[in-house]
């Protein structure tokens, strides 16, 4: 009774829709269409044609933006797009009735379906609905830019890729947490750095009145001051402001700008580098220990289902002995034997690949081979003495 009981219990479980907790929220009706369902979404072909879809999608975005070939096939792209963007409707509509409230606890999910909001102002409806909306609020004269933005935004599907590939969710996280953590506080440093030797650069080389003794065109005011700055923070066109100051003949020039692009350039970028590499590094250590836990785990589900199945079959092979439903203890092996498998798994004991004891056993092994010969040797030599022996006494019977 137990058993079926529990039998019972697994058979409603699997009949739970997002079980999350202890709770059990609602029963499916259509329970054997969702199990088809989820293993359809999570299974690698179905990854794999969402990913050549994508691919082929920004094939034909960048031929696109030929303009011959754009006016030549406009009616092949524009049916195009309307396919890939219901392959990419129906994958959503699959995911939402697989996992209607998991779907959007990744964040993945969440950017796809922003990119298919965005991707679905292609259609011809939704373009008349929003040629109105955009004229009504443009005062009577369409905005034609607000929709060559949304038409732009379309290239979002191709970063979707990075839903599908695991390699590229960890760099992603990895660049998310560097950014979030630690960069922000680089950045803010770097930036009171630049409004420092900005305030310095002003006084220096922009506050004089005359534009003869002055450079206030890059340094007239903070902002200007700041983005010269920034030009030597990425050593881009450093040269050309360092030549206007020396131009100037302003004194001490050269020793601010050597300082500022040592600080600025050369430390804090490597900081940002270090701090990148790191992050990257750490997560992809933890990417591939989560493997490993992942691979650990399927393997011990495998040891115990086919442990529980195994004592099931012998528990059922006992309990028909003992309703005498066997004649013998043969009939009873033979039975069993039926229910094994060539596709079973083995499982295999650790110390088969202990490295002591297959030294052991290879040593045991060169011993019962000794042995073995010896014993040979030592029946060859009892052989040998009882034909010697044999030989004697039949030349002493028959006087040879």
Known sequence: MSDTGSIADSDHDDLIIDDEGTDKKCVRPDIDFHRFVVRLTESNWFNGVIMVTILLNSVTMALETDFGL????????????????????????????????????????????????????????????QQVILTNVGGGQSNLSALRVLRALRALRTLRTVSFVKGLQVLVTALIDTIRNSVVNVVLLLLLLMFLFSIIGYYIFGYKDSEEESDKEHWGDLGTAMLSLFNYVTVEGWTDLQAELDALNINGSRLYTIVFIFLGHFIFTNVFIGLVIMNIHEATENYRREQAIEREQV???????????????????????????????????????????????????????????????????????NTMYKSQMLHFEMAKLLSMVMERKLKERYGM
């Open 70 to 129: 754009k006016t030549q096939f406009l009616l092949v792209f524009e049916i195009l797009d309307q396919v890939f963007l219901g392959i990419y409707s129906l994958e959503f509509l699959l995911k939402i009735y697989a996992e209607p409230i998991k779907y959007f606890y990744s964040s993945y999910n969440l950017f796809d379906l922003f990119v298919l909001l965005i991707s679905s102002q292609s259609l011809p409806s939704l373009n008349c609905y």
């Open 299 to 369: 393997v011990q589900r495998k040891k115990e289902y086919m442990i529980q199945r195994q004592h099931n079959e012998v528990r059922q092979m006992l309990e028909k002995q003992n309703r005498g439903q066997y004649k013998d203890f043969y009939d009873m092996v033979k039975e069993f034997q039926s229910t094994l498998r060539h596709d079973d798994y083995v499982i295999s004991v650790d110390v088969a690949t202990n490295l002591t004891w297959i030294e052991t056993t290879i040593t045991t092994l060169d011993h019962m081979e």
